[in-house]
């Protein structure tokens, strides 16, 4: 266990800075539910083993799938022979290549890049393209007999040339990993001002620093492989779905699309998802075979990937090649910065909230914090013979971060300059926000510097001396992030197939309990908590009357993105906020009227309703008479029941700088992460309490992308990290003590003043170490 440090200042008020207040956000008392550390109300079913994810479902009646993947990274599936495998006792189902591609549809990448030709993803494809590729399956009475009859299957390939790594495929003359191409080029775009502005303002500019960067392919690796179980009905003609997924109705909408069906025939829920962290915003090919057999067995099928399945064969995340230059004048102030950043999206553009996203994210963010004369990304995507890559916490925003802040610490060591004091020179400051960056996103509130100070004076205090053969450093990385992705409008100028507004339902039951209903999904985040929080505090029950119900398409409202993007609690709870309101209303209405007093002559505290003149009435009884339909004004409803959809003004930014102080041991090259200190601002906090888990959770992960982890494939393609054996994540021990930090500045766009949190832990920590890697040993390059 680590132990949680907080600053000597104590929590932080519920409010941020005076003057920074949003107008729907108001003051809460000492025993507010909003800012309270409750714990997480799904923790007694969990820790007591009573959870029930994907595997958890009964295999009474079940038949068990198993998935032929292409052992090659590039070539063409020759001959399919499954009579071997369909002649095994105990095997209800064999499908090749072709019957998979006559019974099904391609689904649509969503995120397109500028020039992309190829839109359609295959459910298969006799063109190989990368190792783990799904060819066929195969379904029986177990798990252990369909793997038997896959060692049965007669296939035959011929190989070709493999393209790895995003470096290959930019060669001229790079084997095409599709021959239809001119080249392995997907598109290309460039955000910012074009590069003849650019040239003309690093041509003037004192210095310049000019760096190339690589930033490899990570795995995932949630507790939870993917896994689904599929039932197809055909008595009622429905098929329902049990999926470990985070986008229930992405993963509805494209199997629909798939098997040609109706939307309404299909059902996907997502009970308990042990983890995701990007990789389950998308429904793979290997997940629609599934389905597919369910329809054409009319039975209940499972897959439940294994390990190396999952290392090796579900997408990956990051994978980049970057030249980066910043250019600043005689004084240190920036002036222009770009990066041309070549992503590396593999056999394919992966569909859902993935394919070219993260790059093109990456491009936006680029500048983050500071302030640029010219700022601009050219963002090439490629594709290699390797497993797409797609989504990843921190969505193109930790590689942006650790590009730009690589360039500012080098350009602090060539100008013999502090790094935080040359961060603070160019940093936007508070009277500079509202701000619109070059690349044009438009940053609401904050204090940039005021993050900045903090972490430095909290490191500085923390500081330990290095010796001669053991070096010690500390490196800083600041940060702007995305938070509350929306609006609308936003994703329609994009050309992004997402929709960004969320709907939240609150219901008073008759008995008095609340019941809400969202479209955002609990993948271990705790979001059914801070919206319990969020529901009890505007209708001023007790939370354990509260239920919180997601992950169900039937009767979750639609939500396309879900939970991703640091969106869940800014965009969700901000809806809940107008809903609660208007039902917290209506109630008092109500119980005015059986009371017979105008309604501001009754208050209401303690689940009860009460009259100046004495006359009392609970919570309940308001509840029971409501859904009798008495005495309910004209214009209202008779369910006690409300929905809001919010679709908000424009995106919340969450910011942060985080300090990490290391120790190389010259002797051994070993880096050690021996302290660590995060100040961040998300607007208001819900619950510090799950604020502080996701955050320590997502600096865990950074400092596996910065140390440890790395997917990594031989010359011909195959992978060789498909064990935790080769796929080192980081321990207990390689995650120090953490100091937290919070300032809290309410958002001004959301109700509540809600930003995001869930990305900004795992953003700034492979920027943090890679400087302190560097300010610990400078004379080593």
Known sequence: MHRLQRDPRGDPPALGREGNRAMSTTDHSSDSLIGARVPRVRDDRMVRGRGQYVDDIADIGVLHAAIFRSPIAAGEVTA????????????????????????????????LLWGQQLIDVPIVDRSIRYVGQPIGIVVASSRAVAEDALELLDVDFEDRPAVVGVEMARIEGAPPVYPQLESNQVGSFQFGPPREVLE????????????????????????????????????????????????????????????????????????????????????????????????????????????????????????????????????GRFTVIHADIHGDVGAFTSTGTGGTGPFQVSGLMIEGPYKFDAGASTVTARYTNAVPTGAFRGYGMQEATFIRERLVDEAARELGLDPVELRQRNMITADELPHVTNTQLPYDNGDYPQVLARAAALARAGARPGTERVRRGIGYSSMVEITGFAPSALLEMYNIHWSGWESSTVRVNEDGTITVHSGVTSVGQGIETSLAQIAAERLGVPLSWVHVQLGDTLTSGYSNMASQASRGLPLAGGALWNAAEALRERMHALASAYLE???????????????????AIAWREVAHRGWMGWRRRAEDPIRLEETFEYDPASITFGYATHAAQVAVDLDTGKVCVEDYWVVHDSGVVVNPLIGDGQTIGGVAMGIGSALLEEATFTADGQPTATTYLDYVLPLSEDVPDLVLDHIVTPSELTPGGFKGLGESGTIPPPAAIANAIAAAVPDRR
């Open 80 to 111: 399919f022979d499954g009579a071997a495998a369909e002649a095994l006792d105990g095997v209800a189902l064999v499908l090749g290549p072709d019957q998979i591609a006559a019974l099904t549809d391609p689904v649509p990448s969503s995120w």
């Open 200 to 331: 003309q303002v690093f041509a003037a500019s004192a210095h310049v620093i000019d760096r190339t960067f690589t930033i490899p392919r990570i795995s995932h690796s949630p507790l939870e492989p993917r896994g689904l179980v599929a039932e197809w009905l055909p008595t009622t003609l429905q098929l329902t779905v049990h999926s470990s997924t985070q986008v229930p109705h992405i993963v509805r909408r494209d199997v629909a699309r798939a098997l040609r069906l109706r939307q309404d025939r299909v059902r996907v829920v997502a009970n308990d998802v042990g983890g995701a962290f990007g990789q389950k915003t998308s429904l793979f090919p290997d997940e629609t075979m599934v389905c597919l057999a369910a329809t054409l067995l009319g039975r209940r099928v499972k897959w439940i990937e294994d390990r190396v399945e999952s290392l090796s064969s579900s997408y990956q995340g990051r994978g980049r090649v970057t030249r980066a230059r910043l250019g600043m004048d005689a004084d």
């Open 597 to 615: 007093a105008a309604p501001e002559e009754v208050q209401y505290a303690d689940g009860e309703f009460r009259a100046e003149t004495g006359a």
